[in-house]
């Protein structure tokens, strides 16, 4: 995602400069595949992304990302693009141009290809993210070059805008989307307005309510486009909803 030319020079927030040498200029992609993974069996890749203030390293431990790729036991691989690192920022880089994101999974691929970790090409991929995560997901569904493979968006308290570009991408086929919201996270107005833009858009979807991750056990995790209200803090809706919704069908 970085460095880019639009953050260059740093980025500017509520009157805080973050200069470009410590938040924008790290490269990293980290890659992890569970201890059950398969290649000879069909796989996708889950491509998740943090939010404001974080990094990768941070994100893994404070929500268990890798604990919970294992507990779901989907046979994926788990890749985490370092973002703004620890900014107040949403800014994708490089991977809200057109086709970064295909080279992105192309090189990865070829990677895992040479050191004999694949042989076959993935089934489908994920796109998971936690609030900032937003505009980035949103801008590889509209001009990433791979949107047909993108079979799942996972989003954990993170619609904060680009409701049309998520809407464009349902209505390109049968798409699963699962919005995950908190009272107080800045999501709800705008995911009470997604869904009256799927009503209609014609667009099959449906909402519930839970109370904590307790609730979690009644709830289908098959494909759907499903709003989640909860009652938690925007912290706690990462883990464990991820595994949740990551459970093989």
Known sequence: MFPHPLRASGHNYDGVHYPAD????????????????????????LIYFHGW?????????????????????????FIFPEGPREAPDSFGGRLEEAGTFDDLISALTDSLKREGKISSPHRSIILAGHSGA????????????????????????????????YLNWLKTGNRRLVNVVTPQGG????SLAF??????????????????A?????????????TLYTRLSHNEVVNPFLRFFLREN
């Open 22 to 45: 410590i938040h924008y200029r790290d490269s990293s992609v980290a890659v992890y595949l569970p201890s059950g993974f398969d290649p000879a069996q069909s796989y996708d890749l």
């Open 53 to 77: 203030g974080s990094n990768i390293a941070r994100s893994t431990v404070k929500f268990d990302l890798l604990g919970q790729v294992e507990y779901s036991g989907r046979n994926c691989i």
């Open 134 to 165: 937003y505009r980035v997901i949103s801008r590889i569904l509209d001009r990433g070059g791979r949107s047909s493979e993108i079979s799942q968006v996972l989003l954990f308290d993170a619609l904060y805008a680009a409701e049309e570009l």
């Open 187 to 190: 999501t709800l107005d705008n």
């Open 195 to 212: 869904e009256q833009m799927m009503t209609e858009a014609d667009i099959p979807h449906s909402s519930v309510e839970i109370d904590g």
């Open 214 to 226: 307790a609730d979690l056990g009644h709830l289908d995790s098959s494909p759907a486009v499903l």
